[in-house]
């Protein structure tokens, strides 16, 4: 038998339906699988616009620990299983000639983690940097670190300057890892240097603007990021690049860091290519 509703109920229907799709229609430039379905590698790079590549693109890879869990392993399971995704994306970005890509590896948050933990992903920058020069210095690949470095143990210091001299002339790829950093310690250590170029006289107080506010920040040489890529599903940036992501695109990628390779790369190009950049402006 059929039931009969209530015109009341039918508009609260009617309501639902269109605050869910209107909802839906304000998130559709946000999540990839949204807007790109294919999964050809090279069908995908076929639609990129060679002249409207950003020109840095950062990466918050989240969702180690919830891919691990999903699979019944430890949390350490999934940073370990994300080398792949590193390394597709670096040659994601090598391909389409991207100067520029910050990782954020590791987060001053992060250091209150479980030890194990905290050791384990210590361990495993150390191996990385000690496995991957060569490739860097194959790919003309420049490495840069910006965070608080003295809080990482000593060899993962003493490799990571090797590494940095050793690239610091390649012109390819600069690619910024992010370890033991936040926005706000960025922000903090370079509003505490101006203070000090203040009182010495270097410089003057009226004469602060953005522009000179961002020579003492950890990017200083760096451009803000066009681009901005973050994993496992979370709409926020936890305290990254503050500063700088002022007018960046934001894509949120549902899939785990794990899971993410060179064509959700692509997609994450061609979703920020359908973008209407205005700067706070008319166009």
């Known amino acids: 038998m059929m039931k009969v509703v209530s015109k009341t109920g039918v508009r609260l229907l009617i309501l639902g339906t269109m605050i869910l799709v209107g909802i839906l229609y304000n998130k559709r430039d ?3 699988d949204t807007v790109v ?7 995908l790079k076929k639609r990129i616009d060679l002249n409207k590549i950003p020109q840095h693109i ?44 910050t990782l954020f590896a590791f987060s001053t948050e992060n250091w209150e983690r479980p030890q194990e933990e905290v050791n384990t992903l210590m361990q495993l920058f150390l191996n990385t940097v000690r496995d991957k020069l060569n490739d ?4 003309n690949i420049k490495l840069k670190v910006i965070g608080d470095i003295n809080r990482l143990p000593q060899d993962c210091q003493i ?12 012109k390819g790829l600069e690619l910024v890892v992010a370890l033991s950093y936040s926005g706000r310690w960025d922000i903090v250590q370079a509003a505490k240097s101006l ?3 203040v009182l010495n006289h270097k410089i003057n107080v009226n004469d602060i603007t953005n522009k000179s506010f961002q020579q003492y920040l950890s990017t200083k040489n760096v451009p803000d990021p066009d681009l901005l890529i973050r994993t496992g599903g979370d709409m926020r940036i936890s305290n990254f690049l ?42």
């Open 58 to 101: 950062a990466v918050m890879m989240d969702g180690n620990g919830r891919w691990a869990a999903k699979q019944s392993k430890p949390r350490v399971f999934g940073h370990m299983s994300s080398l792949q995704s590193v390394e597709e994306t670096i040659a994601g970005c090598v391909e389409l000639q991207i100067p520029y890509l």
């Open 242 to 283: 503050l500063w700088q992501l002022a007018y960046t695109e934001l894509v949120i990628v549902e899939k785990y860091w794990p899971e993410f390779r060179k064509e959700d790369l692509y997609k994450a190009v061609i979703n920020y290519q359908q973008r209407d950049r205005r700067f706070g402006k008319i166009n």
């Open 30 to 32: 946000l999540f990839l």
């Open 37 to 43: 379905h294919s999964n050809d590698g090279s069908s």
């Open 136 to 139: 860097l210095l194959k790919n």
């Open 195 to 197: 203070a000090h170029d």
């Open 159 to 170: 490799e990571l300057r090797k590494a940095i001299e050793a690239t610091q002339n390649n």
